[in-house]
């Protein structure tokens, strides 16, 4: 099984400043690797897959990079909607485990 | 609207069963792989199960392989999660969700793109 690694657990950014969120994965995964954001009280939603394709609908203020074993979420001018909890997920092989997390707060 | 909408959450008592479903709409149901995954009161997400558009495949988590199972019916575009031998320490949120790409004949490895609003299973006597 692949363990993804998230840091930190918690972020603090002031309004308008970037947030740099951080995934490892335990084995090379290529760019099969997915990034979700979890508003408290609701379901996940997709950001980013194939590490750097935004979903449909997502603000270009959200990228996604990386390939292999490191990856990295920026959110550029962070927004209070943007206070939630991201996730990060490989898709190379089953079972497609999540990373436990990073809870992002405004400063 | 394509949505997803769970249902059959309920409190059961450790050991015994319980079948989840999820209805898909305004999507081809068909021709996407379809997942479930859960999440522990205030925990992270946990990916259990997924099955092809087919029905073809189907993996599963370690954690509920032999108890649960995966299925669908695409004449009713009804995703189901046949959940048996229960355990307290499975009371949670589950979601299904839709892979991103249609692939009829197989699993892409890509995200999910669309989850339903969770369907609370409390297990506990």
């Known amino acids: 099984e692949i363990v993804m690694t998230q840091s930190p657990a918690t972020l603090s950014v002031s309004p308008g400043e970037r947030a740099t969120l951080s995934c490892r994965a335990s084995q090379n995964v290529g760019t099969y690797l997915a990034w979700y954001q979890q508003i408290p009280g609701q379901a996940p939603r997709l950001l980013i897959y194939g590490a750097s394709t935004r979903a449909t609908g997502v603000p270009p203020r959200f990228s996604g990079s990386g390939s292999g074993t490191d990856f990295t979420l920026t959110i550029n001018s962070l927004q209070s909607e943007d206070v939630a909890v991201y996730y990060c997920?490989?898709?190379?092989?089953?079972?497609?485990?999540f990373g436990q997390g990073t809870k992002v707060e405004i400063k | 609207e394509a949505q997803l909408l769970e249902s059959g959450g309920s409190l059961v008592q450790p050991g015994g069963s319980l079948r989840l479903s999820c209805a898909a709409s305004g999507f081809t149901f068909s021709g996407y792989a379809m997942s479930w995954v859960r999440q522990l009161p205030g925990k992270g997400l946990e990916w259990i199960s997924v099955?092809?558009?087919?029905?073809?495949?189907?993996f599963y988590a370690d954690s509920v392989k032999g108890r649960f199972t995966i299925s669908r019916d695409n004449s009713l575009n009804t995703l189901y999660l046949e959940m048996k031998t229960l355990r307290a320490e499975e009371t949670a949120i589950y979601y299904c969700?839709?892979?991103?790409?249609?692939?009829?004949?197989?699993?892409?490895?890509?995200?999910?793109?669309?989850w339903g609003q969770g369907t609370m299973v409390t297990v506990s006597s």
């Open positions: 099955i092809s558009g087919s029905g073809v495949y189907t």
């Open positions: 997920q490989h898709s190379k092989n089953w079972p497609r485990t």
């Open positions: 969700a839709k892979d991103v790409s249609f692939y009829p004949s197989g699993i892409a490895n890509d995200g999910f793109d669309m």
